[in-house]
């Protein structure tokens, strides 16, 4: 999916699978606020921008 400026938005399964982690886990760290960047609700869809988990990967390198 993307966004009207044409940024890609990952869905819970696609980031998820892409960090090798549960979805429960994505979910826990929204509901806590303890994730590492704020994620994009569509509606009721949960959507995280792939530049901010891009961001996120290089910095933890």
Known sequence: MTTKNG????TPEELAERWQI?????????CQKTGFFKCVKIG?????????????ESRKQ
């Open 7 to 10: 940024e890609l938005l990952l």
């Open 22 to 30: 549960s979805t429960q886990t994505l979910y826990n760290w929204r």
């Open 44 to 56: 009721s869809k949960t959507r995280y921008r792939l530049s901010d988990v891009k961001d996120y």
